[in-house]
């Protein structure tokens, strides 16, 4: 086929900078492609886990008993707050693209704030609620991916070890949780560790069996009426 001045031009232009062309056009698709999905389960989990540090760290924070109405506010605006850079900032912490993280988001920061709204007088229900989330939900995940092996009769994607772990490290961090929230002599931790393991057998249970139903409101409904049932009958 013939080719004129021109095309003979550009056909010997593409010939001796074709390599450089190619390489510019991946280096312009890099530029003007989205961010690849970045993800990783350790920093998951470590974000996961820095809520649950929030009861013991009011150990030395002096807060009235019951709870004002203007510190409830301020609670409630950094749950807030914090909960809308969590929605805009998923990249780091999301398990893929088709996970509903608004809905995570969302379901781990609302249930510890609403029970706290709703018992101001009784801050350690909402403190446990907290770290049965924080800590029992990471304790279950890792332990069952390092040592599960045997899985849950009614669940078969959940091992043993996983519920056993979520158990036992949220029985202890919650009984920790409502005793030093408690700030009452007249407490013992003996009622603190009923309350506390109430709370983290009940939200383990919910957290093991099967459901459509969000991993952190099931937890949290849980080990709320663990704690809040547990709680009055021993008061």
Not at 41 to 58: E, Q, S, W, Y
Not at 105 to 120: G, N, Q, S
Request: aromatic fraction near 10%; charge should be positive; hydrophobic fraction near 50%.
């Amino acid at each position: 086929m013939p080719y004129d001045a021109e095309t003979a031009a550009t056909l010997l232009d593409r010939a001796e900078n074709g390599p450089r062309a190619g390489r510019a056009g991946e280096q312009a698709k890099a530029t003007t492609a989205p961010e690849p999905f970045i993800y990783s389960n350790t920093r998951r989990k470590i974000i996961h886990l820095l809520p649950g540090a929030i009861p013991f760290i009011m150990w030395f924070v002096y807060h009235e008993d019951p709870l004002p109405l203007w510190n409830l506010g301020v609670v409630v605006a950094v749950v807030g707050l914090l909960t809308a850079f969590g929605v805009w900032y998923p990249r780091y912490v999301r398990r893929g693209r088709g996970e509903n993280w608004t809905l995570t988001c969302v379901t781990y920061a609302v249930p510890p704030t609403v029970v706290l709204c709703l018992f101001p007088a009784q801050a350690e229900f909402a403190a446990v609620v907290l770290t049965v989330l924080a800590f029992g939900d990471t304790a279950a995940a890792m332990a069952g991916k390092a040592w599960g092996k045997r899985r849950l009769p009614w669940n078969p994607r959940k091992t043993v070890v996983g519920l056993v772990s979520f158990v036992v490290v949220a029985s202890g961090m919650a009984s920790l949780a409502y005793w030093g929230e408690a700030r009452n002599p007249s407490v013992p931790f003996s009622i603190a560790m009923v309350c506390g393991t109430s709370a983290a057998l009940l939200g383990g249970l919910a957290e093991s069996f099967p459901s459509r139903l969000d991993d952190n409101l099931r937890i949290s409904i849980a080990a709320a009426v663990g704690v809040i049932v547990s709680g009055f009958l021993l008061a």
